[in-house]
Every structure is written in C-alpha cells, then in structure tokens.
C-alpha cells in the first residue's frame, strides 16, 4: 500500500506511488510538486493537481487520460496504454510518450523545448515553434516540419529530415 492509499502524504512536495494494486485516484494533493507513478496497474485517474511541476507515468496500464495541469513543465508518459490524448498544457517544456499506442497525436504546444515521442502511432509533429530537441523513432512513416529553433533530432533511418541550417542528426538502427 503506498502513501496515498495510506493518506499519508500531507506536507509531501515529490511522492513516488510504485507498484500499488490499491490506488485507483490521486487526488488533489496541496503543494505537490512532483509525482511519480510507477507500474500502478489499476490507476485509472489523475486530478488536476494545482502547483505540480513535474509528472512521469510508468506503465499505468489502466489510466486513460493525463489531466491539463496549468504550468506543469514535465510529462512522461510511459506504457500506458490506455491514454489516447496528450492535453495542450500551458507552460510544458518537456514532453517524453512512448510506447502508448493509443496517441495519434501531439498537440502544438506553446514553448516546448524537449520532445521525445517513440513508438507511437502518430503521422506527423506540429510546427512547434521553439522547440529544440525532437527524439522520435519507431514512429513509421512520421512527418516532421520546418522547425528553425531545431538544434538536435534523432530519429529512425528513413525518416524525412527537414534541411535546417545547423541541425545536428543522430539515426537510430530500425
């Protein structure tokens, strides 16, 4: 039973929750700054957590949606399989998916800098104006636009790469 399921995280600003059956819900927790979600294979949902910085999900097979907390600076989205969508969150600077099968898409989101997006079903990345490191690989026939803030994409061999002055490329072997 982790601390939440034990209502024991009052005055808590980072919890980890890993490996609970229990939890179901994270609810609002006041000054949480960073939480870490680790293989709770029956979390199914996440509250709009105000104040929180920072939020990795870990192969949560049953949570079906990241929620649009204003001003979060980073997402991991990991192996859940269930979430579909990415919310367009103000304020994200780094946003890591992969291997959640289920997103088709990423938003454009105002001021991020750090995208990783692997494995994933999606068919292009939005002109995403600042961003500066795109990693993106296994990502089958994936577009990728004009970004001139781009300084570094890696990607899979074969990937269309856009002719950026500067641009450094590193090919990962498919």
């Known amino acids: ?21 229990y939890i179901i819900e994270i609810p609002i927790i006041p000054g949480l700054i960073e939480l870490n ?24 097979d049953r949570l079906m949606q990241i929620p649009n907390i204003l001003n979060l600076e980073f997402l991991a989205c990991y192996r859940c399989l269930f979430v579909s969508k990415i919310p367009n969150i103000k304020g994200l600077k780094t946003l890591q998916c992969d291997n959640c099968r289920s ?3 990423i938003p454009n989101i105002e001021g991020l800098k750090y995208l990783t997006c ?19 690989y296994s990502c089958l026939e994936v577009s990728i636009p004009f970004i001139s803030s781009l300084k570094k994409i890696s990607c899979s061999k074969g990937t269309d790469i856009p002719n950026i002055p500067g641009l450094k490329v590193h090919y990962w072997r498919t």
């Open 1 to 21: 039973m982790c601390i939440i399921c034990r209502n024991e995280y009052q005055n808590q600003s980072k919890i980890t929750c890993e490996r609970c059956p």
């Open 37 to 60: 979600c680790i293989g709770c294979l029956n979390l199914r949902k996440i509250a709009n957590i105000p104040g929180l910085k920072r939020l990795s999900c870990y192969c949560c």
């Open 103 to 105: 997103i088709t898409e």
């Open 118 to 136: 692997n494995n994933l079903k999606i068919k292009f990345i939005p002109h995403i104006e600042g961003l500066q490191t795109l990693t993106c």
